[in-house]
């Protein structure tokens, strides 16, 4: 999710507590019947309170394993824009019935491009949004 202000910024959170999970973006599954816009919606909404985002386009479909259990792993990216208003910190206690629910989240806006990657190369597609974002990764496929 990308906010438009003076340089454009990338909405990611850390989980408050857990250090070792790394900053990440929003991210989760799809539920049985749910078409993938909704699910987008539905878990950055879970995962930061935000409700007022536009989806403004599917970026990839990448397959790799997960990172901890070696499953495969289908992970659809998209590009989500966040009205400039929004906040530029907040903390946010995820609601739900996923895993992750009522770990708390603390939100916040990173300029692009990133001066450190994302936990589990989250940030590898930033490139398909704009090219002066890539990171080595995205460079490299």
Avoid at 29 to 42: D, I, K, M, S, T
Wanted: hydrophobic share 35%; with cysteine; aromatic share 6%.
């Amino acid at each position: 999710m990308i906010r438009h202000r003076t340089v454009p910024e990338l909405l990611v959170f850390d989980h408050v507590g857990m250090p070792q999970a790394g900053t990440q973006v929003p991210a989760g599954g799809v539920q049985p019947g749910e078409e993938l816009e909704q699910a987008v919606l539905r878990e950055v909404f879970e995962e930061t309170g935000l409700h007022t985002t536009s989806l403004i386009e599917q970026l990839v479909v990448e397959n790799k394993p997960h990172p901890d259990t070696r499953q495969p792993r289908r992970t659809t990216y998209f590009h989500l824009q966040a009205p400039a208003t929004t906040a530029d910190a907040w903390n946010h206690t995820v609601c739900g019935d996923g895993d992750d629910t009522g770990l708390t989240f603390a939100c916040r806006f990173l300029p692009l491009p990133l001066t450190q990657p994302l936990a589990d190369d989250q940030d590898a597609w930033l490139g398909r949004i704009n090219p002066l974002w890539a990171t080595t990764t995205d460079n490299q496929q």
